[in-house]
């Protein structure tokens, strides 16, 4: 089963597996990079943490409902995050963690267990 809905799947959901240049999450696979929030989870055309803009935070602070923590997978190494996006995050109040997608995963999972305002964006690997 894929992502549907034109990449879009509703409600939030733990990240099950990831790697092969995708994710598996609520019975379903996507190939390439998700932004998940508590809404719901959506396909993101980037495919590096350079491409990661104001615009595409933006979008995650508009569809998220509130975060507290947000968490950004930069692919198979930690990349800094734009000065733009940190500032972007800091202006909305909201923590932001930056690092390898499979480390980003494994934070994501947690803070959804301890039902955390979280969000994730996360660069396929």
């Known amino acids: 089963m894929t992502v549907r809905d034109g990449g879009y799947v509703a409600g939030r959901h733990r990240i099950d597996d990831y790697g092969r240049g995708g994710f598996r999450f609520a019975d379903m696979s996507h190939k390439g990079s998700i932004l998940a929030l508590p809404s719901g989870v959506r396909a993101v055309p980037l495919s590096s943490a350079a491409e990661i803009d104001e615009a595409m935070i933006d979008r995650a602070l508009s569809e998220s409902g509130g975060l507290d923590v947000f ?3 930069t692919g198979q190494e930690l990349l800094p ?3 733009g996006v940190r500032a972007r ?3 909305a109040g909201i923590g932001c963690e930056a690092m390898a997608t499979g480390a980003a995963v494994r934070t994501y999972n947690i803070l959804v267990d301890e039902d955390r305002r979280v969000g994730a964006l996360l660069i396929a690997v």
């Open 89 to 91: 995050l800091r202006e």
């Open 71 to 73: 968490v950004v997978g």
């Open 81 to 83: 995050l734009a000065a």
